[in-house]
């Protein structure tokens, strides 16, 4: 008998060591830190709090309420100024774009109460770089949230949920927009002004955020900081039969050859006027008549744009005039042996060899990616005290490069109806601008094209400021571009709280 439980013992052992292990639970994993940011003789008392907040689903089983279950864990840092009224105070929930990217870049560039050293254009800052305060930081007017969606930073699909899921147009401003309502739940902001502010891909994300907010959750935003927008997917699509990029990018492919010394013997705003003026003009009668175009005609029309950009005759007419931006990259400084920047045309870089069509790197992205990696890295772990050994994704180029936009099928990628649409229901709603002049990846034009398209009446036409810069992309990197734009995202937030 003794034997036989000895044996049975040692079965429930083995088959108790044969089952699966359970799935942790995921919880929220929130640190609070608190900081001082000293600006002149004001000292801004601020809570810090960053971590992953968890995502959950109601699910029904056919037709029963079975629970609501975890599907991702979503990194975010928030930035509170202690003592304040939350009623009065706004709150900015802000992201980059990519898709892809963290938001790292508004983060420890622009808008937080820390920021990098990256050095500039020219004058980059050696490793292992630096981290000060931002005494021009968006928190003496507004609380800041930075959120990561899923697959960027720290946020990830949980244990058994597919990440592709959320790499998409719908599933990226559904999970964002959840992220939105629980820290304004949880934290009773609701009565608080609120903002949204992206960049590049985050300005397409927050175009559809103002719409679906308003949709989903009945709640109105204040304004929307719309910085290196794209709102029409097609003003940016070289795409065969597409002539519409061709003109739109012109007035940017200017400024860089200016800035790089080629081009007419003009200041920067009368490049600008000029370039601007025939890419409205002249230059999209050229391309639409085709072969049908005059052999005067044409010939004119090469001599111009070799003027405005610097480019040879003879590359402008075997390019059929049509000059494609990651081409112009390569082609421009051909002859110096250097290639320019995507993200930022100030920027130079060298490549393997200068025969190829279009640059191996973006030497504009290099420069950065290295100080911002190594900034964000430090001060999550040692200055907000929050531990994961994940890998922080910067910039996840598999979520970029299967982005599904399944809703656009057959039809131009667009959320300019939905900012219009945002802004006819709420006639409060106010939009900031922001732009680059030497932003080859959303260029200005672009921006503007979109812009005067958007259908909404007259009266709200006013709703909506532009803003230039003499910079790229990231336009902070330029240090006037950026303390003027702080200046300029303050005066936005004081003016659209209607406080």
Not at 124 to 136: C, H, K, Q, W
Not at 449 to 476: C, F, W
């Amino acid at each position: 008998m003794a034997k036989d439980e000895s044996t049975e013992s040692v079965a429930e052992v083995a088959a108790e060591e044969q089952k699966p292990a359970e799935a942790k639970t995921p919880t929220d994993d929130l640190v609070s830190t608190q900081h001082v940011l000293s600006i002149g003789r004001k000292k801004l008392k601020y809570t810090a709090t960053t971590g992953r907040i968890v995502l959950r689903q109601e699910v029904l089983t056919e037709g029963k309420f079975d629970g609501h279950r975890a599907k991702a864990e979503v990194f975010l840092t928030a930035y509170t100024l202690d003592d304040a009224d939350a009623a009065d105070r706004p709150v900015t929930f802000a992201f980059n774009g990519g898709p892809g990217s963290s938001s790292i870049w508004l983060h420890l560039g622009l808008l937080g109460p820390r920021r990098v050293v990256s050095g500039d254009a020219g004058e980059l800052a050696p490793p292992p770089y630096g981290l000060v305060d931002n005494t021009e930081s968006l928190l003496q007017h507004s609380d800041i949230v930075f959120i990561d969606p899923v697959s960027t930073g720290y946020s990830r699909a949980v244990e058994g949920e597919k990440p592709g899921d959320y790499h998409g147009f719908t599933r990226d401003l559904e999970s964002v927009g959840e992220v939105i309502r629980l820290w304004t739940s949880r934290n009773g902001r609701w009565m608080s002004p609120k903002f949204l502010a992206g960049e590049s891909y985050g300005t397409t994300r927050a175009a559809g955020l103002a719409s679906h907010l308003q949709e989903r959750y009945g709640m109105y935003l204040n304004g929307v900081m719309l910085i290196s927008a794209v709102l029409e997917f097609g003003t940016l699509d070289f795409a065969p039969g597409n002539d519409v990029p061709y003109t739109l990018f012109l007035p940017s492919y200017a400024a860089i050859a200016h800035y790089h010394g080629l081009g007419p013997d003009q200041s920067l705003d009368e490049v600008l006027a000029d370039a601007e003026r025939f890419a409205a003009g002249r230059y999209p009668n050229a391309l639409a008549q085709g072969n049908r175009i005059p052999a005067d005609y044409r010939a004119e029309v090469v001599t111009r744009l070799a003027t405005l950009t610097g480019l040879s005759e003879d590359y402008l007419d075997r390019v059929n005039l049509r000059i494609e931006h990651m081409r112009f990259f390569a082609e421009l400084l051909r002859s110096r042996r250097q290639v320019v920047g995507r993200l930022d045309g100030r920027f130079t870089g060298w490549d393997a060899d200068y025969a190829g069509e279009t640059p191996g790197k973006d030497p504009s992205f290099s420069a950065i990616i290295g100080p911002y990696t190594a900034a964000l890295n430090h001060y999550v772990r040692v200055e907000l005290d929050y531990k994961n050994d994940l890998p922080y994704e910067i910039l996840n180029m598999d979520a970029a490069k299967n982005w599904s936009f399944k809703e656009f099928e057959g039809q131009q990628i667009t959320v300019a109806d939905k900012l219009a649409d945002a802004m006819r229901v709420n006639p409060h709603l106010k939009v900031h601008v922001a732009s680059g002049h030497y932003d080859g990846a959303t260029p200005y034009f672009a921006t503007e094209h979109s812009l005067a398209r958007l259908q909404i009446p007259a009266d709200l036409v006013g709703n909506i400021e532009t803003k230039y810069y003499p910079a790229g992309h990231m336009m902070y990197l330029h240090e006037p571009s950026r303390v003027q734009q702080s200046k300029d995202l303050a005066a936005f937030i004081r003016s659209a709280s209607n406080r």
